[in-house]
C-alpha cells in the first residue's frame, strides 16, 4: 500500500467512526433543560471528534492534529491532520442532513487529501491532490457526477452561500455586489455546497470568516474536480489567513470574480 | 374507504408518480447551450405536473385543480387540489435534495389535507385535518418524531428562512426585528423545513411572498403536529392572500411573534 492509499484508508476509517457516534444524535429531541453543553450537537460533536482523533492517531501517532473542539496536537513532522466533526452546526441543530464530517490531511501546511462525508445520506467526496475527485453515493442512490461546470459567463452563474450573515463589514458590500452579478444565489449549505461545486450543479461560493477546519478538506476535492478555490484575493488558502473563501467551478472565471469582489 | 382515505390514497399515488419523473432529472448536467424551457428543472417541473394532475383528475374528476406550470381547472364542487411538483427550484437546481413535491387538498378554500414528499430522501410528511401528522422515512433511516417543539421563549428559538431575497420591502425591516429577536437563523429549506418544524427541530419560519401551491400543503402537516401556521398578522392563509406566511411550533408564542412582526 503506498503512503497515500494508507492516509485515506485511515481518514475514510475515521469518517466511517464519526458517522456512527453522530447518527444517533440527529433529529434528536433539545429540551429547554438542557444546559448547552448537554446538546444533542454539543455531545455529538465532542464524542466524533474524540473517535475521529482516536482512529488517525492510533495509525500515525507522530501527525499534528488539528480540530474545533479540542487542543492542537504539533505535529512531528511534515504531516496534520485537520478535522472538523460536524461541520454545520446549525444544520446538524436544525435537522437539516447535509451537515458535514471533514477531515484533512496538510502537509507542510498545504492541504493533500480531504473527505467530505454526511453521514446520514452517505454520500462522500474524496480529493487527493493530482488526482480525480470522487463522489460515492450508497448502492449509487443518489445521482452525481464529478465534475466542475465550465461557466463561462458571471452573469449566469449559479452562486451559493451558506448564511448573509457570515460577512465582516468590509466584506459584506463586496459579496453584495457578486450577488448582484451572477444569475442566482441560494442559502445554506456549508461544505456540503463545495460537493454540490464539485458536481457541475453549483458555479461560485463565495464565504468568510471560515476556520481552517471548515476549509482545509474542500481544498483537494475541488482541485481534484476541476474547479479552484483561493481567498478573496486569489492566493491559496493559508492556515493563518482570515478565512475569507472563494470557490468556483470554472478557473477562468476566477480573475472576473475577484474583480467584482476587490 | 372513507372519502378522506381515498383522497389520502390518491394523494399519495401522485406524489409517487411525481417522484418517479422528477428523480432522473435531479443532478443532471445543465449545458450553457440549453434554452431555459429545455432546462432539467423546468421539464422536471411540467412532466411532473402533469403525471400529479393525471392520477388525481382520473380518480376525482369535478375537483378543481390549481398549480403552477398549467391553467387551472375550475371545481364543479368544493374541493380543489393545489399543486407544487417542485418546490425549492434553486435547491433543485443546485442539487441540493430538500427541494419537495407539495399536494394539498381544498375544501372550501381551506386545506385538509396536505403532503410533504422529498422524492430523493423518500422522506414524507402526511397532514390530515383532525389527524396527528405523520412522517415516514423509507426504512425507518432517517430519524424523525413528528411533535412541535414548545419552545416558550422567543429569545430561545430556532428561526428557519429560505432566503433573505424574498421578502416586499415593508415586510424586510419587520423580518429583520424578528432575526434580531430569536436566537438563531439558518438559511434555505423552501418547504423542507416546514417538515423540520413539525419535527420539533425549528421553532419558527417567518417568510414572504408564497403562492398558494407553496403554502397549502404545509396548513394541515404544521397543525397536525401541534403548531400553527397564519399570515403575518395571525389570520388563517387565504388563497387571495398576499403571501406572506408565518409557522410556529408553539402556538402560544404567536402573539409575541406577531408582535415583533407588526
Given at each position: 500500500m503506498t503512503e497515500a492509499a494508507a492516509w485515506l484508508e485511515t481518514a475514510l476509517a475515521a469518517a466511517d467512526a464519526a458517522g456512527a457516534v453522530i447518527r444517533p444524535y440527529f433529529r434528536q429531541p433539545v429540551t429547554a433543560e438542557m444546559k448547552s453543553d448537554e446538546s444533542p450537537v454539543t455531545k455529538a460533536d465532542r464524542e466524533a471528534e474524540l473517535a475521529i482523533r482516536a482512529v488517525l492517531s492510533a495509525r500515525f501517532p507522530s501527525f499534528g492534529m488539528l480540530g474545533e473542539e479540542f487542543p492542537a496536537a504539533e505535529a512531528a513532522g511534515r504531516f496534520t491532520w485537520v478535522i472538523d466533526p460536524i461541520?454545520?452546526?446549525r444544520a446538524f441543530i436544525t435537522g437539516r442532513p447535509h451537515f458535514c464530517t471533514l477531515i484533512a490531511l496538510l502537509e507542510d501546511d498545504v492541504p493533500i487529501l480531504g473527505i467530505i462525508d454526511q453521514p446520514i445520506s452517505g454520500e462522500r467526496w474524496i480529493g487527493q491532490r493530482g488526482e480525480k475527485t470522487r463522489f460515492i453515493a450508497p448502492g449509487g442512490k443518489i445521482a452525481g457526477q464529478v465534475g466542475t461546470r465550465l461557466c463561462a459567463d458571471l452573469a449566469a452563474a449559479e452562486c451559493s452561500c451558506t448564511s448573509p450573515d457570515m460577512f465582516l463589514a468590509d466584506q459584506k458590500p463586496r459579496?453584495?455586489?457578486?450577488?448582484?452579478?451572477?444569475?442566482?444565489?441560494?442559502?445554506?449549505?456549508?461544505?456540503?455546497?463545495?460537493?454540490?461545486?464539485?458536481?457541475?450543479?453549483?458555479?461560485?461560493?463565495?464565504?468568510?470568516?471560515?476556520?481552517?477546519?471548515?476549509?482545509?478538506?474542500?481544498?483537494?476535492?475541488?482541485?481534484?474536480?476541476?474547479?479552484?478555490?483561493?481567498?478573496?484575493?486569489?492566493?491559496?488558502?493559508?492556515?493563518?489567513?482570515?478565512?475569507?473563501?472563494?470557490?468556483?467551478?470554472?478557473?477562468?472565471?476566477?480573475?472576473?470574480?475577484?474583480?467584482v469582489l476587490r
Open positions: 461541520d454545520g452546526t459579496f453584495e455586489r457578486l450577488k448582484a452579478s451572477v444569475r442566482r444565489t441560494s442559502w445554506g449549505g456549508d461544505a456540503y455546497a463545495y460537493g454540490l461545486l464539485a458536481l457541475g450543479m453549483i458555479d461560485v461560493i463565495p464565504e468568510a470568516t471560515m476556520k481552517p477546519w471548515d476549509w482545509a478538506a474542500l481544498v483537494p476535492v475541488i482541485e481534484g474536480a476541476g474547479g479552484a478555490i483561493t481567498d478573496w484575493q486569489g492566493r491559496a488558502l493559508d492556515i493563518g489567513g482570515r478565512g475569507d473563501v472563494l470557490a468556483v467551478g470554472n478557473p477562468a472565471l476566477l480573475p472576473a470574480i475577484l474583480d
